[in-house]
């Protein structure tokens, strides 16, 4: 019997659907699933939630929940990580803050400003959560579902065992169902190959029987109803000659093509300011709704969704192969790229494991919208392991959206106000060098950690 260890199960939605992903095969029936939150009440309704889907797939789980996190991973095979530090609030400010020196956002949780400092205020959870894998379930598979995606897998790979830790997102196999309801295809007849980084990876090749499909992609683009459906995503497969994975609301603020030219690009193009802050605010009355429906004594139906996750244990419980798409150390996957550069490729899983396969080069324009990118990754990481505030800097000045827009003394004057606003939740970002920046005018100890 395996145990699944979900952490952040207070994201009652989504671990409602994965485990109704878990109970869909039959070998899992009997499964035994450990839900930990710091939030007593919502943990509660992801538990109740996650038993009324257990029902409705007729299983018999052994279902736990715990406000430990050591507690929960004890003894665990596979551990889903979905925390988001911070949560409203947190957000709030990033989106608030750089709105005062001039910037505006849609999602702001994979890169920028805002992916920067919730990859910063995740470093602390994420080192500890691979402390406690270390100890208590050294052998254990640990999935990430939380973003950013990238900066996220940076920390996992680097104090934990990147060799049992992969990042999944739906981007990949979501967008390819959309774009076979453009060309009018079954997904099952098409193949693709897909590379880059989560949210910036492209579709190199969509094939039928060996036929480009590509031509008849850039002709549906000329359709108003699809061309409406997709409008920054179909303008940067116009400029760059690949689809991106990722929705056009998140490649709206990770270039500085469309938001930094003002309200006439936005309107235009279709782009959703502060797209993320309705998504919460919607989030808490979906929340009441979970709760009305844990309260009713129905068992839950479920149907499988896209996700991975569930695969993903499928395979390396049974050993049944299977290609997903993972985020892991490149290590030689994409050859452009540097080996600990988090990338997302096809993934081989079965049970020994999980193995990126070997891509070869990306085309050069492809490489040129990534790169700035990989350098915040690498930047992120270096500030919240060695503590300097100037790397924090230097990853938001490498920001096409923000370095556009914002001179760099503006950029520290942002950064050491974000690093305020967020104090304990982040790293010590202390260290002084002879790099200039703001640390002069900020006094450091609020954010040395005790």
């Not at 939605?13 to 878990?22: A, H, K, P, W, Y």
């Not at 999935?143 to 990238?150: D, E, I, K, R, T």
């Not at 590379?195 to 190199?204: E, K, P, R, T, V």
């Not at 924090?392 to 003394?409: C, E, I, N, R």
């Amino acid at each position: 019997m395996i145990k699944i260890a979900m952490i952040g199960a207070g994201s009652v939605v989504f671990s409602r659907n994965l485990t109704g992903d878990i109970l869909s095969y039959p070998e899992f029936h009997n499964a035994r699933f450990s839900y930990m939150d710091i939030d007593p009440h919502r943990l509660e309704i992801g538990a109740a939630l996650c038993a009324k889907i257990a029902a409705g797939a007729k299983a018999n789980p052994t279902i736990e929940s715990t406000t430990s996190r050591k507690e929960a991973l004890a003894g665990a095979d596979f551990v889903i990580n979905m925390v988001q530090i911070g949560g409203f609030t947190s957000t709030l400010c990033d989106f608030e803050i750089p709105r005062k020196y001039g910037l505006n956002f849609t999602i702001a949780d994979t890169t920028g400003p805002g992916g920067i400092f919730r990859a910063l205020r995740s470093y602390p959870m994420l080192v500890d959560l691979c402390r406690d894998m270390a100890e208590v379930c050294p052998d254990a598979i640990l999935l990430n579902y939380a973003n950013p995606m990238s900066m996220n897998m940076r920390t996992i790979a680097r104090h934990g065992n990147p060799a049992k830790a992969v990042g999944l997102c739906h981007s990949v196999q979501g967008t390819f169902e959309q774009l076979m309801w453009y060309l009018g295809e079954r997904p099952q007849d098409v193949a693709f190959l897909c590379a880059g980084i989560n949210h910036m990876a492209f579709y190199l090749e969509l094939k039928k029987n060996g036929e480009d499909l590509y031509p008849r992609l850039f002709a549906a683009m000329d359709k108003g109803e699809i061309y409406n459906s997709n409008r920054v995503r179909f303008e940067l497969m116009r400029r760059l000659g690949y689809f991106v994975t990722e929705s056009s609301e998140h490649n709206a603020e990770y270039n500085p093509w469309f938001i930094p030219r003002g309200a006439a690009a936005i309107e235009k193009y279709g782009i959703p300011i502060d797209e993320y802050l309705r998504r919460c605010h919607a989030s808490v009355k979906e929340f009441e709704s979970m709760c009305a429906t844990a309260a009713d004594p129905a068992p839950l139906a479920h149907q499988r969704s896209h996700e991975y996750g569930a695969t993903v244990i499928h395979s390396i419980s049974t050993g049944q192969p299977r290609v997903v798409y993972g985020n892991m150390p490149n290590d030689g996957a994409i050859a452009d790229l540097s080996s600990e550069v988090i990338v997302e490729t096809p993934t081989l899983v079965d049970r020994s494991g999980l193995r990126l396969t070997r891509i070869g080069r990306l085309p050069p324009q492809l490489l040129g919208y990534i790169q700035p990118h990989v350098i915040q990754h690498e930047l992120f990481l270096r500030a919240a392991v060695e503590g300097r505030r100037d790397y924090v800097y230097q990853a938001v000045m490498f920001d096409p959206l923000t370095g556009s827009q914002l001179s760099p003394d503006r950029i520290v004057e942002m950064c050491d106000e974000l690093i305020v606003a967020h104090g304990k939740l982040l790293p010590p970002l202390h260290k002084r060098t002879l790099v200039s920046g703001g640390v002069r005018h900020v006094d450091p100890q609020p954010f040395i950690r005790q």
